[in-house]
């Protein structure tokens, strides 16, 4: 039995991997190189071992290629250099990761392509040396990593990049005379900018952040009424774990963090299912042969009215949820409060009369489970964008100009799209924040 069993879900794998393949095969043939490989790679997920999708893959990806350097070519010719060589950049990447080698005329386009796109990093690299920011430099070795390793220029940026030591030096000197002990993100931002420049800095070590919390401490307050106490009971208890995780994983957490996070979670909960047994009744005719009583040798045909009787039970379920959290953090105060309830009835019997169109019937209870779960994700949605809210308006707001930085990156910890913290990154480094971020992992 399991063996047929086993082979039968063999089966349903095969004609899922072969489905896939064929839409491969499609799309393939429409010309639509980068979905079709999507196909495939969902085929072989499937089934690892399916030489056909392999095959299909790989002829898939060959095609993206060759595409790829047309798109390159035609940017080239059209006078965007930088636009091609970051196709290019990004075709390199997208070998590696695919672990292919380029053939043929491929090969050809690609190799002439490099020598295009060779002779703009080197210009790019020796007008970038001359910046007045160092970073401008390392962002441009970042983006263009594969370009400058295939087009054998390492030494080249080397070199600038010794070029550029002092200029960083001078960025990373007075970054570590403004990171005070208060400071943490510049602190850190400082630390990985100096290392990375290989100017370390011996910073002493700080245990405390007074703006920021070490733990949270949760006082759940829950009333469960319940007509068979399991899941439902212990969602809640589950849920208030959530909203700790939810606080650790949120900026106001930190291990060096001088403040405990109270917060009030409150929930009735309850679900009741009563059950009533009741006697239902259906009339209905039949003719029945009768003999007639004034003839008792003829008979006669005679509508005759009956009942059937059966016995329903019918339910009546009572479902209500109503949640609340409160808190205070940095000083503002957090409140959401959610709630839902319903009033369902359902019935079931094992009655089958089909000429009467009655069968059975099973009842259909309310799905609490899910109802529940709904409610406390919204809770706990709501927490987290309170969360976030809350250190927006603390750090992005007034005090942003504020402490050489350290508002801004905190700011840009969750706004960094912010003009005021892109206005600052860009006079400081000639980047904007995400640009550093890519750097240093703000």
């Known amino acids: 039995m399991k063996k047929a069993i086993a082979l039968g879900v063999f089966a349903l794998v095969l004609v899922g991997c072969k489905s896939l393949v064929e839409k491969g095969h499609n799309l393939y043939e429409a010309g639509m190189y980068t ?190 009424k319940l007509h068979q106490t399991s899941r439902q009971a212990n969602t809640l208890n589950t849920a208030s774990l959530e909203f700790k995780q939810i606080f650790r994983e949120s900026l106001w957490y930190s291990p060096v963090g001088q403040q405990t996070f109270q917060l009030n979670l409150k929930a009735e909960l309850e679900h009741s299912r009563n059950a009533k047994l009741v006697n239902r009744q259906k009339h209905y005719t039949i003719v029945e042969e009768r003999i007639n009583p004034q003839n008792p040798k003829d008979k006669l045909d005679v509508e005759v009215k009956k009942a059937y009787n059966y016995p329903v039970t019918e339910f009546t379920e009572q479902f209500s949820i109503d949640a609340v959290y409160k808190g205070v953090i940095a000083k503002q105060h957090i409140e959401f409060k959610v709630d839902d309830s319903q009033t369902h009835y359902t019935q079931s019997h094992h009655a089958d009369f089909p000429q009467l169109g009655i069968s059975p019937m099973q009842a259909t209870f309310l799905d609490v489970d899910t109802r529940l779960d709904k409610q406390m994700h919204s809770l706990q949605n709501h927490f987290k964008s309170q969360l976030e809210r809350v250190w927006k308006e603390t750090h992005c707001n007034g005090l942003i100009g504020a402490q050489h930085g350290e508002y801004i990156l905190r700011c840009g910890k969750i706004a960094p799209h912010n003009e005021f913290v892109n206005s600052w990154f860009k006079k400081q480094f000639g980047l904007a924040y995400n640009e550093m971020a890519a750097l240093y992992a703000l």
């Not at 595409?67 to 075709?91: C, F, P």
Request: glycine fraction near 4%; aromatic fraction near 12%.
């Open 35 to 224: 979905q079709s490989a999507e196909y495939y790679e969902q085929a072989l997920t499937e089934d690892p071992h399916n030489l056909e999708a392999q095959k299909g893959l790989a002829l898939a990806r060959n095609k993206i290629l060759d595409k790829g350097l047309i798109d390159v070519r035609m940017l080239r010719l059209g006078g965007n250099q930088t636009g091609a060589t970051l196709k290019l950049e990004s075709l390199f990447r997208s070998q590696i990761d695919w672990q292919i080698e380029p053939f043929g005329a491929i090969a050809n386009t690609q190799s002439e392509e490099l020598s295009y796109a060779s002779q703009w990093l080197q210009q790019q690299a020796k007008l970038l040396s001359q910046s007045q920011y160092p970073d401008k430099f390392r962002y441009f070795e970042h983006n263009y990593a594969f370009l400058i390793s295939n087009a054998q220029l390492g030494q080249l940026i080397a070199n600038y990049r010794a070029a550029l030591q002092q200029k960083a030096h001078s960025q990373c000197m007075l970054m570590a005379s403004q990171a005070t002990e208060q400071r943490f993100y510049l602190r850190q931002f400082t630390e990985k900018y100096c290392i990375s420049w290989s100017l370390p800095q011996n910073f002493q070590t700080v245990t405390q952040d007074p703006t920021r919390y070490s733990s949270i401490r949760l006082a759940p307050d829950f009333t469960v």
